[in-house]
């Protein structure tokens, strides 16, 4: 499992693989922090708890990291790793997720990239031969 | 990612226009203001393809059009604009964007370019300390009540000079008086109130920033005297938007409007494209709440101006700041357009453009009406920005639109690989412009050859007609997030 950039003019996507799918989400946390601020200075000293849900996978997806960029901006959390459990019901994919991270302090985490918005655009989240892989491009 | 299927065919059209003609799913042509040589750069973008992607919505009219800065974005490219018909059109947050109504306000002082520079460190220390910058920035003893934050929502510039932000003068110098009636309040989420509510008056990061320059060249004298910009006079710059209120904004819509496009049966090339008719429910509840946003970033603008106004007055005794103009760049409104010999209210969406009404138009303020409207073109922080006004071709061919800016030339990432180990405050220091920043990394980003040339820009819209040039403004002194 890992993260990686995508090239677009303004260095925004990101692309996420791994073996399960709530991997994914796993990997989509540490990737929006290392795409805002330092990942490596951030340390599992507090426990959060994020639950939402979305009619279809793609969309949880862009639906989590939202979630995200409210915790960071708004309540002032960073996050470098989770457990991340995904239930389907009625149609409709449900995300229970425990984020470990800290409060944000920009002289230890620095701050790298300001995140606008999720955006739908490209949007990915596709089973492959290897698990599973996402793409998900972000305003900046 | 967005990855071309067909290469998307060009066909020149004069010396600055270049048509996509209607294919495919296309219910209209695209049409690229541009010139020889920027349209070569342009060929396989993918901003070409989001050109033909919006000409797929419904109800859209005339053609879908990028402007010469046009660059790949989400959904619209970035100097897209595009009309749609009131009855059977749509509306789209993609073709607003996530910072809803960021704009750009001119103000003219007072002072003279020498008074700037023998007092330009202290100046810029008080700016930055006046005018608060960053990611989440916000005000410490400044945070609205519920009811003040509706009171924004609902009237713009106009809440903001009612409680001592400045004068009623002020409000006849913006772009709908800084007001847009279409606003409804009550259709803002909380979560939204809650990231607006200390960021009234905050600049933000990325390429928002607030200049002071100065009038170095003028190229039309009576507009350049109608608007107060006489050379060597001092003015100040502030670009920046609806802060995370807008975003929000943008967030929770681009979910009902993506549900919106599904039931309404409309075909989406890109999912950021995603619509609402203009005459449903989901349709109308998105333009009351944008036009919130957009009345919320006129709010920060006027309160940001005043701001400005205290600053200038502890470093220079007697300064004085006038509003020049305030123009929207994201913004999706209705507005009236001779339409094949007939009189129609379209609404346009303009994503990273600007409106440019030509002279003689009711909507223009009095002392510019005889030279057209005001159009605030910046550029990067080392070289210069522009001053246009608007032109009857413009209301022809572009409903009433222009460029925005420069457009970026190196990718953030580039723009730092390219800044490592130089000494960018010295640099642009011995260019004559001092800078303050929240973080270094956005000076990086935001230095000056990460940008093109946006004197290439505005040649081009002159050229097209669709604006005339009055001024060029050198920056002297910068605040960034």
Redesign the interface.
């Given at each position: 499992m890992g993260f990686g950039w995508l090239s677009h003019t303004a260095d925004t996507g990101i692309e996420l693989w791994a073996g399960s799918l709530s991997e994914i989400f796993v990997e989509a946390v540490r990737a929006l922090t290392q795409t805002v601020v330092d990942l490596s200075a951030v340390e599992p000293r507090e426990t959060a708890r994020v639950v939402c849900a979305a009619g279809a996978l793609d969309l949880l997806l862009v639906t989590f990291l939202e979630e995200l960029l409210y915790e960071f901006e708004v309540r002032g959390r960073v996050f470098a790793e989770a457990d991340v459990n995904l239930a389907k019901a009625d149609g409709s994919w449900r995300l229970d997720a425990i984020l470990r991270g800290e409060r944000y302090d920009v002289q230890r985490h620095g701050l790298k990239v300001p995140i606008k918005g999720v955006t739908y655009h490209g949007l990915e989240l596709v089973e492959t031969g290897a698990g599973w892989r996402g793409r998900v491009v972000f305003d900046i | 990612?967005?990855r071309q299927k067909t290469p998307i065919r060009l066909e020149r059209i004069d010396d600055c226009r270049w048509r996509l003609p209607r294919t495919g799913g296309m219910r209209v042509d695209g049409i690229v203001y541009s010139s020889p040589e920027m349209i070569e750069d342009l060929r396989g973008d993918p901003a070409l393809e989001q050109v033909a992607n919006v000409a797929h919505l419904p109800g859209i009219v005339g053609a879908s059009l990028a402007m010469p800065d046009i660059?790949?974005g989400?959904?619209f490219p970035i100097g897209g604009v595009a009309a749609f018909d009131a009855d059977h059109g749509v509306i789209s947050p993609g073709g607003v964007?996530?910072?809803i109504n960021c704009g750009v306000r001119l103000l003219r002082t007072n002072l003279a370019r020498e008074d700037v520079e023998s007092r330009r460190d202290r100046l810029v220390e008080d700016l930055f300390r006046t005018i608060p910058t960053?990611?989440?920035a916000a005000h410490r003893r400044f945070r609205l009540a519920p009811k003040d934050i509706r009171g924004v929502l609902a009237g713009g510039a106009r809440w903001a000079v009612e409680r001592g932000w400045g004068s009623t003068g002020d409000l006849e110098m913006l772009e709908e008086s800084g007001c847009i009636e279409a606003a409804r309040p009550e259709l803002v989420s909380a979560?939204a109130l809650?990231?607006g509510r200390a960021q009234l008056g905050t600049l933000?990061?990325?390429n928002h920033f607030a200049e002071v320059q100065f009038v170095d060249q003028v190229l039309d004298e009576k507009a350049a005297a109608a608007l107060g910009l006489a050379l060597g006079r001092v003015t100040v710059t502030l670009h920046t938007g609806s802060r995370?209120l807008g975003?929000q904004v943008?967030?929770d819509y681009?979910?009902s409007m993506?549900e919106a496009a599904s039931r309404h049966g409309i075909r989406l090339p890109?999912?950021?494209l995603?619509c609402a008719p203009l005459s449903s429910d989901a349709g109308r509840s998105y333009l009351g709440a944008m036009s919130a946003a957009a009345n919320f970033a006129f709010g920060n603008r006027q309160v940001m101006t005043e701001l400005t106004r205290r600053s200038l007055e502890r470093v220079f005794a007697g300064a004085e700041a006038h509003v020049v103009y305030d123009v929207c760049h994201n913004i999706a409104k209705f507005e009236t357009f001779e339409i094949d010999g007939r009189r129609r209210r379209v609404c346009v969406h303009r994503k990273g453009a600007t409106r440019a009404y030509p002279p003689g138009h009711e909507a223009t303020p009095a002392p510019y009406r005889d030279f057209g409207q005001p159009v605030l073109i910046p550029g990067d922080m080392g070289r210069y920005s522009f001053v246009l006004v608007g032109t009857e071709l413009a209301y022809r061919q572009t409903f009433g639109s222009t460029c925005h800016g420069a457009g970026?030339r190196l990718?953030?990432?580039k723009a730092k690989q390219a800044a490592r180990g130089r000494d960018l405050l010295g640099e642009l220091a011995e260019r004559g412009v001092a800078i303050r920043a929240?973080?270094m990394?956005t000076v990086a980003?935001e230095m000056p050859e990460a940008y093109k040339d946006v004197a290439e820009v505005v040649a081009v819209v002159a050229a097209a007609g669709l604006s005339k040039i009055v001024a060029r403004l050198r920056p002297l002194a910068v605040i960034k997030?």
């Open positions: - | 990612m967005s660059h790949w989400y959904g964007g996530y910072d960053g990611v989440g979560r809650e990231r933000g990061s990325g995370g975003h943008c967030t681009l979910k993506l890109d999912r950021q995603c970026r990718s953030r990432k929240a973080g990394g980003e997030g």
